[in-house]
């Protein structure tokens, strides 16, 4: 109220001090105007003079009239600052009355911003009024505008007993940042009576991350006026921890500087730990919306390749509704038949068959609806006329009621199938014709080799005999020449009863002379080891049996013929100084489940070349001259036809110089029941060309 009139009284001064001053200028200027006329009258000069005297009349005059023009609008200013500070009231208006266009503009700018600071004003007064419920005054005091002066017998003017009893707020010092005062409801809240806090500051209760930050915003407040909405973390002298809302304002006293702090408490533990629960509940949502988004991604993915893989699959899928119309379709079905979608859907099954399949349809769709299964190789009729051969296998789904709602049915075309089923079956006939054909030649061919070799011994036998006779009775009548052509005629003798012989080995190898069984390699061996005993010792050599040897499941004299033949050979073809026959088995492949071994027969000998491992197995073929080494070339024939009555194969593998290694596949002895390769007086299969070749030998 005194700063009021103190502003009013100064105003008014001014106002009358002007106002004198332009009266006195204004009297002074007529009684200049009036002496200088009268003194110059009636001449030029008067006239001049009078004119300079009437002018600062008309000069005075017109700044008496500017400051009028001006005295109002400050009176109106000033009595509308008076009303706004006067008892703390809002103004009749927010814009001030009376002024008019021609006003200065600067006094009419400094009017509305007057209007405004009181509108505003009157807008805070109030809120802050009914927030406290206190009168607008005590409210603006508080809220750190005004500092009040001390009333009589307060001391420094603080008192608990001032706050209302359901509001936590407190004052602390700018510097110090100690409590100096605390309502009720805050002294409860922080568990300690007023004198208690008066030796604390509030960084004592804040949670040690929390003090340097808080220490730079309630410092700064003093500075700044005020600062608001600071959450800081507190444990109160009872030993709760809490979560707090500062809104702390600084009040100022008449030299501007801070007295203290007002401190504005709120307990926002609840809304903090709500936030927390709501910032985590949203976070859960968003990690469960971000999984949902993957799995309809996952989802969609998967149901574009299963939809690509029903609609793209080798097999043609469809569904028929209870009344046997097509429900749904796959796009093969549609490429295989050449329909298009519209045209199929809805669409009886039975229209996809031919005319005469429709009847057997209908009973088979009867069969499916009782039976709830069925497959059924069926013909299709396609968009262009064409039968195509399927495969269909339906499957029913039932409702709970157990009433059929649609089939789950595939087909497959098997048209080419069907075809080749077709061919092969001829094929097999064929071959089945071809079989018995080639069986009964190959029986005539081995009947006619036996009865030939057969027939043949007897001329050769004469021959030899008489070639004899001739040599012993008239030899030494014979010129050289003469006995050189009987030396001719014997040796020829010996070779063909040597051919007939391979010959008639060769017919009778095909065959099994006794029934399968056991055969021990191990007796075999020693058995030949005694027959070659005279080769063995001129020639210095041995024969290895390498221990323990298998028990096979054969013809006996047939194994020992092929083994005989390959160790004799290894003995004959052998140009080292101490020829070494190395009998054994290697285990096979596939002994686990076909119950087989590979006999070995490894010598040291001369070795043959790669380029004739086939030819040495065909019929009389050489490789050296006879002159060399004997033999008809019929001995690696027989043993291959040995083999082959036996289910098994004959190899070799061999290099010039380094040797030969002839590997036989045998059949071990089975578990169980025999195990029989070839029929015993069957011929053997795969019979050799007897066509002749050049320059070549087997023994």
Not at 100 to 128: F, H, N, V, Y
Not at 143 to 163: M, V, W
Not at 384 to 395: E, F, H, S
Not at 578 to 602: A, I, K, M, Q
């Amino acid at each position: 109220m005194t700063r009021n009139v103190e502003v009013r009284g100064r105003l008014g001064r001014w106002i009358m001090a002007e106002n004198s001053v332009a009266a006195i200028s204004g009297l002074l200027a007529i009684a200049s105007g009036i002496v200088a006329l009268r003194g110059a009258s009636g001449t030029a000069s008067g006239i001049l003079l009078g004119a300079a005297a009437v002018l600062p009349i008309g000069l005075t005059w017109g700044l008496v009239a500017e400051r009028r023009r001006w005295r109002r609008p400050a009176r109106l200013i000033t009595e509308q600052i008076a009303t706004q500070t006067d008892g703390l009231r809002p103004g009749p208006g927010a814009r001030p009355r009376g002024l008019r266009r021609d006003d200065p503009p600067e006094l009419i700018a400094l009017a509305r911003a007057t209007a405004e600071l009181q509108a505003r004003l009157s807008l805070s007064l109030r809120a802050l009024a009914t927030e406290s419920n206190l009168p607008a005054r005590e409210a603006l005091t508080r809220s750190g505008l005004f500092d009040p002066p001390s009333s009589p017998g307060s001391g420094d003017g603080s008192s608990s007993s001032s706050f209302s009893g359901d509001e936590m707020v407190g004052r602390l010092e700018p510097d110090s940042l100690r409590w100096t005062e605390a309502s009720p409801a805050l002294q409860t809240f922080l568990g300690a009576g007023l004198e208690t806090l008066r030796r604390r500051t509030i960084l004592e209760l804040l949670h040690p991350d929390d003090r340097l930050p808080a220490e730079r915003q309630l410092r700064g407040t003093a500075d700044r006026g005020e600062s608001l909405g600071l959450i800081y973390r507190v444990t109160t002298l009872g030993g709760d921890r809490k979560v707090v809302e500062l809104n702390v304002s600084a009040r100022y006293g008449p030299d501007r500087s801070a007295v203290y702090l007002r401190c504005h408490v709120t307990d926002v533990t609840d809304r903090i730990r709500a936030r927390r629960e709501e910032r985590r509940r949203t976070r859960e949502l968003l990690h469960l919306n971000d999984e949902l988004r993957l799995a309809n991604r996952a989802l969609a993915e998967l149901k574009d390749r299963y939809s690509d893989l029903y609609q793209n699959a080798p097999a043609m899928y469809f569904s028929l509704d209870p009344d046997g119309r097509i429900l749904v379709c796959n796009e093969t079905l549609l490429r295989t038949l050449g329909y298009r979608r519209r045209d199929l859907v809805q669409r009886p099954y039975e229209d996809l068959l031919p005319l005469e399949d429709r009847p057997t349809f209908r009973g088979r769709f009867a069969q499916y609806l009782r039976e709830g299964r069925i497959e059924v190789e069926s013909r299709w009729m396609t968009a262009d006329g064409r039968i195509i051969d399927v495969l269909v296998t339906a499957v029913a789904v039932l409702d709970s009621q157990g009433r059929l709602i649609h089939s789950r049915s595939v087909a497959q075309d098997i048209t080419t199938r069907r075809r080749l089923e077709d061919e092969l079956r001829r094929n097999n006939e064929r071959l089945a014709r071809i079989n018995d054909e080639l069986s009964r030649k190959n029986t005539e061919l081995d009947e006619f080799s036996y009865v030939i070799s057969h027939d043949l011994q007897e001329p050769v036998r004469t021959l030899i005999a008489f070639s004899g006779f001739l040599r012993q009775d008239y030899g030494d009548r014979l010129d050289d020449q003469a006995r050189e052509y009987l030396d001719y005629l014997t040796e020829a003798s010996g070779r063909m009863r040597s051919l007939i012989r391979d010959l008639l080995e060769l017919s009778r190898a095909g065959r099994t002379t006794d029934d399968f069984g056991p055969v021990s390699l191990e007796e075999i061996v020693s058995t030949l080891r005694v027959d070659y005993a005279e080769l063995i010792r001129t020639r210095g050599a041995e024969v290895v049996c390498e221990r323990p040897l298998p028990t096979i499941w054969g013809d006996r004299t047939r194994i020992g013929q092929l083994i005989g033949n390959l160790v004799g050979n290894g003995l004959k073809y052998n140009e080292a100084e101490h020829p070494r026959v190395e009998v054994g088995t290697l285990p096979s492949p596939s002994s686990g489940s076909s119950r087989r071994t590979t006999l070995f027969v490894r010598d040291n000998g001369i070795g043959i070349d790669p380029r004739y491992h086939d030819k040495i197995f065909q019929m009389f073929r050489r490789l050296h001259p006879r002159d060399r080494y004997e033999g008809t070339g019929a001995g690696l024939a027989i043993c291959q036809k040995i083999a082959q009555a036996h289910g098994g194969r004959i190899r070799v593998e061999s290099r010039p110089g380094v040797g030969s290694t002839f590997l036989v596949d045998l059949p071990l002895v089975p578990d169980g029941r025999p195990l029989v390769a070839s029929p015993p007086g069957l011929p053997g299969r795969d019979e050799p060309s007897l066509a002749p070749d050049d320059a070549i030998h087997a023994p």
